[in-house]
């Protein structure tokens, strides 16, 4: 085994042991093609669509003698290299990448990503619109054509143009391309696909009614490129769009954290409804809670209140009576509770919890007195029983 041999299995067993797998060689997708070029004419190959997620690909061009044929394929070559970046490593790898037999007859070529551009080679020889030329006169040439290459600016588009530098003679020209796949480009989230989701997510329901709201815009346009592929994404129905949006919506205010936040903007949207649509904003909120579990105590409360409001008492004390459960210190719950028995006639138990908070504050700013009485001016405007509000105002006062 010569030296040659060795160094190049040393650099192929090196890459396959330490580098990462983001991708795989498309076999399946892979081109090979054979034409037979006059001499001193040009001819274009239009390569097969390279697929979504094409960050990387390897071309092999073999200019071969009248009757000879390739030893090996470029998919067989490249099934020993695990990604891309092994074969650049050194001299090595460009050779093994060549064919191991070529003719004395030689050509120039030219890679373009547009099919005008490739027309105008073929009828004038013009190359200025090359994403890539190889000028000078080759029998054989390989090369890795990487993400930066403009090559890769209109996927799935690549065109081959070849001229004959023979003078006389006809010469046979193989065409082999294989591409690189990038498992994460290959779920086909671009900038600009994102921003679709982008768009989606600031017209939600959510995203309209958080004030604050970039780390959830951030986690949907996440949860939604990890859960969907694009064309996945595309095919989706109006109704399935729509449950989608919604679900994710709320699995990214939990996972951004701006759960709290969004509760907060959502109770003050509950409360302005309340004042012309009671029933409208009962309904949501008992969605909120019974559906999208979303509500915490705060939520619970003021359905109860909502409740209360309404009139629906033995409603409003299940979900005071929950929240309470849920936040034991909270005393403004104790307040709502308070309000639940003395329209229900039980006033003695309405004076103990009076008597027991009367000293002590609701927030910073207001007292449980100032509450109280607010509550009360608030509940003879919708037209609950006022008989024994005398009774608790004596305490307090």
Excluded at 9 to 33: N, P
Excluded at 67 to 80: C, G, I, P
Excluded at 269 to 279: A, C, F
Excluded at 294 to 313: A, C, H, I, V, W
Aim: proline share 2%.
């Amino acid at each position: 085994m010569n030296k040659l041999l060795y160094l190049v299995l040393a650099i192929l067993i090196s890459v396959s042991s330490f580098s990462q797998k983001d991708g795989f060689w498309d076999k399946e997708r892979s081109t090979t093609k054979e034409i037979s070029l006059s001499a001193g004419k040009r001819a274009i190959i239009k390569a097969e669509d390279l697929p979504i997620g094409t960050t990387e690909f390897v071309y092999r061009i073999t200019v071969l003698d009248e009757n000879q044929k390739l030893t090996s394929s470029l998919v067989s070559v490249l099934k020993a290299i695990p990604d891309p970046t092994g074969i650049s490593q050194g001299t090595a790898g460009a050779i093994h990448l060549t064919s191991a037999i070529s003719g004395d007859d030689k050509c120039t070529f030219a890679l373009f990503q547009e099919q005008n551009s490739a027309n105008l080679f073929l009828k004038e020889g013009k190359t200025d619109r090359a994403c890539w030329e190889q000028k000078e006169k080759v029998n054989k040439d390989a090369k890795l054509i990487s993400s930066s290459s403009l090559c890769l600016t209109n996927l799935p588009n690549l065109w081959f143009g070849f001229e004959s530098q023979n003078w006389v003679m006809n010469q046979k020209i193989v065409l082999e391309v294989v591409p690189w796949v990038d498992y994460k480009a290959s779920r086909g989230w671009t900038k600009e696909t994102k921003n679709e989701v982008l768009v989606l997510a600031e017209k939600s329901d959510v995203g309209k009614l958080l004030n604050y709201k970039a780390a959830f815009l951030a986690t949907f346009i996440d949860l939604v490129t990890t859960k969907y592929k694009y064309s996945e994404f595309k095919q989706l129905l109006p109704v399935e769009k729509t449950k989608m949006i919604a679900s994710i919506s709320d699995e990214s205010l939990l996972k951004s954290g701006k759960i709290n936040d969004y509760l907060q903007d959502y109770n003050v949207h509950i409360r302005r409804l309340s004042l012309t649509k009671p029933e409208e904003a009962i309904k949501q909120l008992h969605y909120l809670i019974t559906e999208r579990k979303l509500g915490k105590e705060n939520e619970f409360d003021l359905l109860g209140s909502l409740y209360l409001r309404t009139k629906q008492y033995q409603k409003a004390e299940d979900y005071i009576l929950k929240a309470i459960s849920m936040n034991k210190n909270e005393i403004k719950f104790q307040l709502h509770l308070a309000h639940v028995y003395l329209v229900t006639d039980r006033v003695s138990e309405a004076k103990d919890i009076h008597k027991k908070y009367k000293d002590q504050n609701i927030d910073v700013n207001t007292s449980w007195v100032k509450a109280t009485k607010q509550d009360f001016d608030n509940m003879k405007q919708v037209g609950l029983p006022t008989d024994n509000f005398n009774k608790i105002m004596r305490i307090l006062e």
